[in-house]
């Protein structure tokens, strides 16, 4: 079982577009992202920014990060909107050293004071006014010591593959996957729409809305929070950041 939390604050949940049925299927629909080439580099980068103290993941899901960090021996803990995504992971062996609360990231607080508070994996892209975003950036500045840091994992808009006039952008083909994202550049969003096909030759559909960030963006909004930006990498490899990248990694500091 999850490790239990005392004096939460819950702001309240909803599976929304994370139902019991999507819950059941995500660990293999985002498979690769548990390979030890992505994961590792992923988990050696949070564990040296945490540097031995405590780490908060915001939309901790299934589990993939916080239980990874946890076997290195640091204190984690988790918020999740989606009571459906918890049960898996409270399903999984190592769960009980994850202290972990339903509850909506922008505004749901777990006691303690933490060295590292992150959101990987494009998640923040799930809050989708600006308004939750800056929330959201608030409720990891009130959860973080002096010094600690606050890192998002996020892509780049893929703008400069939209033709004039068009809205959808088709971000990966494999096997029976297909990724279409589309774009509503007027209002700053974008929906992630998920196409499988089962070796049986049924199909799912999953689809995700998001509101898309720019960088600059983002650094206000941790400015707002009483952060500055640290550093940004082009990956958790620590690559440069470029015109090139197609994401970033960017950690903010606690002033």
Known sequence: MLASVEGVTDAGSDDGVFDDAVAAQYDVDVASMYAPEVLGPTVDVLE??????????????????????????????????????????????????IAAVVGDMTAATVPGEFALVYLVFNTIGNVTTQEGQVQCFLNASRH??????????????????????????????????????????????????????????????????????WRAELDLMARLAGMRLERRWSGWDKSEFTAESAAHVSVWIKE
């Open 48 to 97: 040296e920014l945490a540097a031995g103290g405590a780490a908060l993941e915001f939309a901790v899901g299934t589990g993939r990060v916080a239980l990874a960090l946890a076997e290195r021996g640091l204190p984690v803990s988790g918020i999740e909107l989606s009571a459906s995504m918890l049960e898996r992971l409270r399903a999984k062996p190592g769960s009980e050293r």
């Open 144 to 213: 973080l010591k002096p010094g600690g840091r606050f890192v998002i994992e996020l892509e780049v808009p893929a703008l400069r593959r939209l033709p004039v006039g068009e809205r959808f952008v088709t971000f990966q083909v494999s096997g029976g996957y297909a990724g279409v994202d589309e774009y509503d550049t007027v209002n700053q969003l974008l929906t992630s729409h998920h196409f499988n096909v089962e070796p049986d030759g049924t199909g799912r559909i999953f689809t995700t809305p998001q509101r898309y960030a």
